[in-house]
């Protein structure tokens, strides 16, 4: 329940005037114009950082699994008035995104192939390492199913969620799940992991309690467990570590194991305001806005404004010497600003003045606006989208970031999340 403060403020209808004409006019028409794979099913991500070329038709399973959650909530939005477009056209997209993984994603295993052909032929992206690199693939496909049986009322795309989700624990209970691009090295414990597992649980918790599923209860427990892993483990006072790496395995002070992710920081604690919020843990609720703005005011920088990728506990640029490509990538990218973390900032602080009524995160969130809305968005509204990739002082550059695409997640489901908190009464 949002604060009376929040509902009767005067910004909420101006706010959501702008987060739906942005996604209805600047960020939804792209990926409908070209992207989406309308034959197939899916969506072509290997796109420049510009957005003007499409490099390949090959298609990142991590991407399709969030394309099909994106078109599920797009949906079910579109289908209360609450968004622009046809709930049909999504609904349409969702189904065939979400058929498209059933058929083609799926590993004799049960685990999900990290990289597909147009057609749906497994491909190995690093070659010799084989199909089923990376836990968060599967992840994405299950939180694609899930928000897929919401939008249509398939149940049998819920049963595979499930099969799926059961494998992914299995998995990461004996300890091999792997992560590529970026492996966690022995010894060391990745916040992503319960995070990625947080918002998995919670969104299946919520597609089986529409259905009435005898599971719902037992996956609110698993949610609810993943947010006391996060608090507990992770968090040091008002920060999350990103990793957590014993002193035996010669990584507890290098530059891995000091370093902080301002946005995964702050995406991982709007996941625990929310799960916090459907269980009644007020408390919890509390301390995760707190470490929003913990987050934000850490990562912020004061010579140019914008999120830093990365930064030590103090907010200093890291530093030291790479012993790995994760801490090379820390240590190359730490100044970049990246869309995802100033979406989910955008997100993460208004939540968390709606629910707590924290002046501080208001403000916050407008520091936030007013620097994505400059530096972001593409500056020809011919083409749209958002010029995602930058340099420290704003400036587009071509790099890629964990997979080598231009992916519509965090902006859309932000977009649709922001419009959904600001809706009308």
């Given at each position: 329940?949002?604060?009376?403060?929040?509902?009767?403020?005067?910004?909420?209808?101006?706010?959501?005037?702008?987060?739906?004409?942005?996604?209805?006019?600047v960020?939804?028409?792209?990926?409908?114009?070209?992207?989406?794979?309308?034959?197939?099913?899916?969506?072509?991500?290997?796109?420049?950082?510009r957005?003007e070329?499409?490099?390949?038709?090959?298609?990142?399973?991590?991407?399709?699994?969030?394309?099909?959650?994106?078109?599920?909530?797009?949906?079910?939005?579109?289908?209360?008035?609450?968004?622009?477009?046809?709930?049909?056209t999504?609904?349409?997209?969702?189904?065939?995104?979400?058929?498209?993984l059933?058929?083609?994603?799926?590993?004799?295993?049960?685990?999900?192939?990290?990289?597909?052909?147009?057609?749906?032929?497994?491909k190995e992206?690093?070659p010799?390492q084989?199909?089923?690199?990376s836990?968060?693939?599967?992840?994405f496909?299950?939180?694609?199913?899930?928000?897929?049986?919401r939008?249509?009322?398939?149940e049998?795309?819920?049963?595979?969620a499930l099969?799926?989700?059961?494998?992914?624990?299995?998995?990461?209970?004996?300890?091999?799940?792997?992560s590529?691009?970026y492996?966690?090295?022995?010894g060391?414990?990745?916040?992503a992991?319960?995070?990625?597992?947080?918002n998995?649980?919670q969104?299946?918790?919520?597609?089986?309690?529409?259905?009435?599923h005898?599971?719902?209860?037992?996956?609110?427990?698993?949610?609810?467990?993943?947010?006391?892993?996060?608090?507990?483990?992770?968090?040091?006072?008002?920060i999350?570590?990103e990793?957590?790496?014993?002193?035996?395995s010669?990584?507890g002070?290098?530059?891995?194991?000091?370093h902080?992710?301002?946005?995964?920081?702050v995406?991982?604690?709007?996941?625990?305001?929310?799960?916090?919020?459907r269980?009644?843990?007020e408390a919890?609720?509390?301390?995760?806005?707190?470490?929003?703005?913990?987050?934000?005011?850490l990562?912020?920088?004061?010579?140019?404004?914008?999120l830093?990728?990365?930064?030590?506990?103090?907010g200093?640029p890291?530093?030291?010497?790479?012993?790995?490509?994760?801490?090379?990538l820390?240590l190359?990218t730490?100044?970049?600003k990246?869309?995802?973390p100033?979406?989910?900032?955008?997100y993460?602080?208004?939540?968390?003045?709606?629910?707590?009524g924290?002046?501080?995160?208001?403000?916050?969130?407008?520091r936030?606006?007013?620097?994505?809305?400059a530096?972001?968005?593409?500056?020809d509204?011919?083409?749209?989208?958002?010029?995602?990739?930058?340099?420290?002082?704003?400036?587009?550059?071509?790099?890629?970031v964990?997979?080598?695409?231009?992916?519509?997640?965090?902006?859309?489901?932000?977009?649709?999340l922001?419009?959904?908190?600001?809706?009308e009464?």
């Amino acid at each position: 329940m949002v604060t009376s403060e929040f509902a009767r403020g005067e910004f909420v209808p101006r706010l959501r005037h702008i987060y739906r004409r942005h996604l209805d006019e600047v960020i939804m028409p792209f990926w409908l114009r070209g992207p989406a794979d309308v034959e197939l099913g899916g969506v072509f991500t290997c796109i420049d950082n510009r957005g003007e070329h499409r490099l390949s038709d090959d298609k990142y399973v991590w991407s399709q699994g969030r394309f099909a959650w994106l078109m599920g909530r797009a949906a079910i939005l579109a289908e209360r008035g609450a968004i622009g477009g046809s709930a049909e056209t999504y609904r349409a997209l969702a189904r065939a995104t979400a058929d498209f993984l059933v058929r083609h994603a799926f590993l004799p295993n049960g685990r999900c192939a990290y990289l597909l052909t147009r057609d749906g032929r497994m491909k190995e992206s690093l070659p010799g390492q084989g199909h089923d690199i990376s836990i968060f693939v599967d992840c994405f496909v299950v939180l694609g199913l899930a928000e897929v049986a919401r939008a249509t009322g398939d149940e049998s795309y819920l049963a595979a969620a499930l099969r799926s989700y059961d494998g992914i624990r299995d998995v990461l209970a004996t300890g091999t799940a792997r992560s590529e691009p970026y492996p966690v090295p022995a010894g060391c414990r990745s916040h992503a992991f319960p995070m990625i597992m947080l918002n998995v649980s919670q969104e299946l918790e919520t597609a089986l309690e529409a259905v009435g599923h005898t599971r719902a209860a037992a996956l609110g427990a698993d949610a609810n467990a993943y947010v006391d892993e996060i608090l507990g483990d992770f968090l040091d006072h008002d920060i999350i570590r990103e990793m957590l790496c014993g002193e035996d395995s010669g990584s507890g002070s290098g530059v891995l194991a000091r370093h902080i992710t301002p946005g995964h920081a702050v995406e991982s604690m709007w996941f625990v305001m929310e799960q916090a919020r459907r269980h009644g843990r007020e408390a919890v609720v509390a301390q995760a806005a707190d470490v929003v703005k913990r987050s934000i005011e850490l990562g912020w920088d004061d010579q140019y404004g914008g999120l830093l990728r990365f930064v030590e506990r103090d907010g200093s640029p890291p530093r030291g010497e790479a012993r790995d490509r994760y801490e090379q990538l820390i240590l190359d990218t730490w100044d970049t600003k990246i869309w995802w973390p100033h979406s989910e900032a955008l997100y993460a602080s208004l939540l968390g003045y709606a629910l707590t009524g924290d002046q501080a995160l208001l403000e916050l969130h407008d520091r936030v606006h007013a620097y994505t809305f400059a530096t972001f968005p593409h500056p020809d509204p011919s083409v749209g989208e958002w010029i995602q990739i930058r340099d420290r002082q704003g400036r587009p550059i071509d790099k890629v970031v964990a997979l080598p695409v231009k992916d519509p997640y965090h902006i859309m489901r932000n977009m649709m999340l922001l419009v959904d908190l600001l809706r009308e009464p």
